[in-house]
């Protein structure tokens, strides 16, 4: 009978106590929603009764419980990927053509209001865009001209994007898959045109290998002419000094039989001439040439005779 107020008082503070418990979370929970940090590359676009407040941070940002709210925008460059897309070029070839684009937000209260859902809408449009773009260029201008369908892609997806406050910054074309036969084709035209440089430059060596060889042999038959050129030259002046030699030895000996003959006195002339006329005798000719001196000697050995001759006389007596 006293212990049934006591467990119904503590009762009734129980109750209180999660009664409090239960509204510091509410209150907890309200100012956790209301206030917000921002980082540097988002934005939080404020809607007030539905209307716009502007977009906020970066930093804390306080909202008004149950009256604001809050849309996250991130203002980093993003990447988005389109698959595989069939489309129908200018001379109509089916191609399979997938590509990467990227975007960035400029503009975060535009990006929320002017569009529900920017990056399906997005897609979607840079699908069409693609085929539209493909569409109107030439298989072999699609699969050499890839900058200039990047530049045209990336336009025209940013002329659409720019209401939205989203800037279209770059368009990469990652693969294109032709048919299957054009595939086969261009394999064949590949072969060709490889083994066609294969000849070209082949041809290219062989003539750019004469035209050395011939080069070379004009440079050693130059060398070879100015080798023999510079050989006679020589050869010639080696004789011309020969000769020089041989003149100044003929001269030397010439002025030392002259200055030796100026030495030698008639009679011992007389005498060599007789040893030449001897020689001539024992010889089986039968003419005999005198030279003009010879006379004038045999002049002089007759005088020199007889004034022997007239001496012994008048020893005798």
């Known amino acids: 009978m006293f212990y049934t107020p006591v467990f119904a008082g503590s009762g009734a503070a129980l109750g209180?106590?999660?009664?409090?418990?239960?509204?510091?979370l509410i209150v907890l929970a309200i100012i956790a929603s209301a206030v917000k940090i921002v980082p540097e590359y988002k934005r939080l676009v404020v809607f007030r009764l539905g209307r716009v407040?502007?977009?906020?941070?970066?930093?804390?940002?306080?909202?008004?419980?149950?009256?604001?709210?809050?849309?996250?925008?991130?203002?980093?460059?993003?990447?988005?990927?389109?698959?595989?897309?069939?489309?129908?070029?200018k001379d109509n070839a089916a191609i399979a053509v997938?590509?990467?684009?990227?975007?960035?937000?400029?503009?975060?209260?535009?990006?929320?209001i002017q569009v529900g859902n920017f990056e399906a809408a997005a897609q979607g449009m840079a699908t069409t865009t693609l085929r539209a773009v493909i569409g109107?260029?030439?298989?072999?201008?699609?699969?050499?001209?890839?900058?200039?369908?990047?530049?045209?892609?990336?336009?025209?997806?940013?002329?659409?994007?720019?209401?939205?406050?989203?800037?279209?910054?770059?368009?990469?074309?990652?693969?294109?898959?032709p048919p299957k036969k054009i595939q086969e084709a261009m394999d064949r035209q590949m072969s060709a045109e490889r083994e066609r440089r294969a000849?070209?430059?082949?041809?290219?060596?062989?003539?750019?290998?004469?035209?050395?060889?011939?080069?070379g042999e004009k440079q050693a038959a130059i060398l070879r002419a100015e080798g023999e050129k510079q050989s006679a030259i020589l050869k010639a002046e080696g004789?011309?000094?020969?000769?020089?030699?041989?003149?100044?030895?003929?001269?030397?000996?010439?002025?030392?039989?002259?200055?030796v003959a100026q030495t030698i006195d008639p009679k011992t002339m007389t005498l060599q001439y007789f040893e030449t006329l001897?020689?001539?005798?024992?010889?089986?000719?039968?003419?005999?040439?005198?030279?003009?001196e010879f006379t004038g000697l045999l002049g002089d050995f007759m005088k020199l005779r007889e004034t022997g001759e007239s001496e012994e006389q008048p020893r005798q007596d």
């Open 16 to 24: 209180f106590l999660c009664f409090i418990g239960v509204l510091a």
């Open 53 to 89: 407040v502007g977009a906020k941070g970066p930093g804390l940002v306080l909202l008004i419980p149950f009256v604001d709210r809050g849309v996250w925008v991130d203002l980093r460059e993003q990447v988005r990927e389109i698959p595989h897309q069939t489309c129908i070029t």
């Open 98 to 112: 997938d590509f990467i684009w990227y975007y960035k937000v400029l503009d975060a209260e535009q990006s929320v």
């Open 136 to 177: 109107g260029i030439l298989l072999d201008d699609v699969l050499s001209e890839r900058e200039h369908i990047n530049n045209m892609l990336r336009a025209r997806l940013d002329e659409v994007t720019e209401r939205w406050g989203v800037k279209v910054t770059n368009v990469e074309i990652r693969e294109i898959v």
């Open 199 to 215: 000849v070209v430059t082949e041809s290219q060596g062989k003539r750019e290998a004469a035209i050395n060889v011939a080069e």
């Open 239 to 259: 004789e011309k000094q020969a000769q020089l030699l041989r003149a100044e030895g003929f001269a030397a000996a010439l002025k030392r039989i002259y200055s």
């Open 278 to 292: 001897k020689t001539m005798g024992s010889s089986p000719s039968t003419k005999f040439i005198f030279p003009m």
